[in-house]
T-cell receptor, first 110, second 114 residues
Framework: GQQLNQSPQSMFIQEGEDVSMNCTSS?????WLWYKQDPGEGPVLLIALYKAGELTSNGRLTAQFGITRKDSFLNISASIPSDVGIYFCAGPNTGNQFYFGTGTSLTVIP | EAGVAQSPRYKIIEKRQSVAFWCNPISGHATLYWYQQILGQGPKLLIQ????????DSQLPKDRFSAERLKGVDSTLKIQPAKLEDSAVYLC????????????FGPGTRLTVT
């Protein structure tokens, strides 16, 4: 089945550092969504991207829709302890089937 | 605005037993989704409803899983009979429009099958 691969799988960073993570697919996606999930909670939507090449920001978060439509990137600037969690990319492929990525676990060390 | 409600939050059953989960979406949201999230993995879409009709159930194991959304509001997901590999968190989400638009998730039901 469809696989959205995220890297890195986990990150341990110092508070104040910037974070970069990415998501790649073997097929073209029409939309890229980035979610954050805290323990014991459902995912929360952070950013939505709808067009190839699109760059969108939400506070300290910036995400980009890759030009090939097979990848997306998420950056977090000046990380803080509450950024801790698991970040997922997600979206529909051209067959409109919706998939989530494998996740990137972020730990911020104060 | 109230969020997506799910119950129960936790359930422990023995294999071969049956179990049902309930979801109440955000008021006015026409689209409802059920996901299965196995520990350490991303959520996997099981079924998507638009009002009370099924839009996508291609990843639903239909030999043991069933879901319904009567009257286009609340939904129930049932597993009968359960297997050990069904142990997971079952997430419900809803959105205003069909498609990959903003999905709002409930807290999930953690199922343990022993």
């Amino acid at each position: 089945g469809q696989q959205l691969n995220q890297s890195p799988q986990s990150m341990f960073i110092q508070e104040g550092e910037d974070v970069s993570m990415n998501c790649t697919s073997s097929s073209i996606f029409n939309t890229w969504l980035w979610y954050k999930q805290d323990p014991g909670e459902g995912p929360v939507l952070l950013i939505a991207l709808y067009k190839a090449g699109e760059l969108t920001s939400n506070g300290r978060l910036t995400a980009q829709f890759g030009i090939t439509r097979k990848d997306s990137f998420l950056n977090i600037s000046a990380s803080i302890p509450s950024d801790v969690g698991i970040y997922f990319c997600a979206g529909p492929n051209t067959g409109n089937q919706f998939y989530f990525g494998t996740g990137t676990s972020l730990t911020v060390i104060p | 605005e109230a969020g997506v409600a799910q119950s129960p939050r936790y359930k422990i059953i023995e294999k071969r037993q049956s179990v049902a989960f309930w979801c109440n979406p955000i008021s006015g949201h026409a689209t409802l989704y059920w996901y299965q999230q196995i520990l350490g993995q991303g959520p996997k879409l099981l079924i998507q409803f638009q009002n009370n009709g099924v839009v996508d159930d291609s990843q639903l194991p239909k030999d043991r899983f069933s879901a319904e959304r009567l009257k286009g509001v609340d939904s129930t997901l049932k597993i009968q009979p359960a297997k050990l590999e069904d142990s997971a968190v079952y997430l419900c989400a809803s959105s205003l429009a069909q498609g990959p638009y903003e999905q709002y998730f409930g807290p999930g039901t953690r199922l343990t099958v022993t």
